[in-house]
């Protein structure tokens, strides 16, 4: 559909959209075949005349056939310095154990253990209150280290 939420078009833009050389379309204006506004030294095409003159039907405008519901996502990543394979294994457990609960919002847990250096990246992605609570058990795993 031709017009789609635009008003006006420049006559470049008109001989782009129908694949025709610009000065083909300034003839057409000019022999009063497609109406046109002088705007300065250029004219504008109006959507709804351009319509007419392709045979177009005007473009409606644009409706939500979606319903949108907002949705908050956090993403968290904790690095965690000097933690040993048991460390990890704890950490993994219990944040795990926290991600596969079915009764809320879903939460996603990525880790990464780099042993060579002792390091640890947990990485959280879920809605915010998913994520605190992931990260206040990952506070109680590290207190009691």
């Known amino acids: 559909m031709i017009g789609s939420g635009k008003q006006l078009y ?3 833009e008109v001989a782009d959209l129908l694949g025709l050389h610009v000065k083909t379309v300034r003839g057409y204006v000019r022999a009063g075949k497609l ?12 959507a709804a005349d ?3 003159f392709t045979g177009q039907p005007p473009a409606l405008p644009a409706r939500e056939t979606v319903r949108r519901v907002r949705r ?4 968290t990543i904790v690095q965690v310095d000097a933690a040993g394979p048991e460390t990890v294994r704890r950490i993994g ?13 879903p939460l996603r847990v990525q880790t990464i253990y780099d042993e060579e250096r002792a390091e640890l990246k947990v990485i959280l992605f879920g809605g915010p209150n ?5 990260l206040r058990l990952l506070a109680l795993v590290l207190e009691d280290e």
């Open 10 to 12: 420049a006559v470049d």
């Open 35 to 46: 109406p046109a506004t002088r705007v300065g030294k250029s004219y504008r095409i109006a």
């Open 50 to 52: 351009l319509a007419e």
């Open 72 to 75: 908050v996502e956090t993403t």
């Open 93 to 105: 457990a219990m944040v795990g154990a926290a991600a596969g609960t079915e009764d809320c919002e």
């Open 130 to 134: 998913r994520v605190g609570a992931a």
